[in-house]
């Protein structure tokens, strides 16, 4: 998962340093060639919003593996474009798969661990994150100079293919936990607090979007102020109790 992860950022940035031979290859301006990033992060958000819904009855483990399959046909399309249309295409599918990776991936490593190594798993996941983040412009620069900007995105291809083949051979059937659930997460916005309860503890429910980067990275603190619960995505610091209506 991490692998996929780092070649889903390395794609996704990867443009940033060959806007200029993409332009002039495929005949458009810089900037039509710069859309070829906000096109795969305007599918990102757009997809992360309805997938859940769309997947709820799903095994995740087919569904990681489709978003996994996804880069590999992304790059496949984008370093065989010839025109505008095939260039947004295939950022587009890029976009889907790393909305559809990212906003599964936290749950499933919850799913895949013990609760006392999931801070370790979910910085291991981010790692991928940062290395790839870091390198995926110079390099595309690098690999754009020598083998030209198709040879740069089919790079990732083949990691892509590993990082699938990897996940599909080692990872468990997931099932889906609650098939009832609507999905719907504007739902989230409206809620002010609420009750639910996961392995008998009460929680509090939040309408927040939170990031956890810092609190993996520091698995003691971490467990001692904050209980992450699955089902409803909330922090609590004890039953019952709300550990803050915004949480950073």
Known sequence: MALCVAVLIASEFMPVSLLTPIARDLGMSEGQAGQAISISGLFAVLTSLFIAGFTRKIDRKFVLSSFSLMPIVSGLVV?????YTALMVGRALLGVAIGGFWSMSTAVVMRLLPESAVPEGLAMLNAGNAIAATISAPLGSFLGDYIGWPGAFFFVVPLALIALIGQWTNMPSLPPRNRRATGNVFRLFGTRTGRSRH?????????????????????????????LRLATGSFVDGPGRRSGDVVH
């Open 79 to 83: 370093s065989s474009a010839a025109n």
């Open 199 to 227: 392995d008998g503890d009460p929680v509090a429910v939040h309408g927040t979007v939170c990031s956890v980067h810092l609190s993996a990275a520091v698995p003691r603190v971490r467990r001692r102020l904050f209980r």
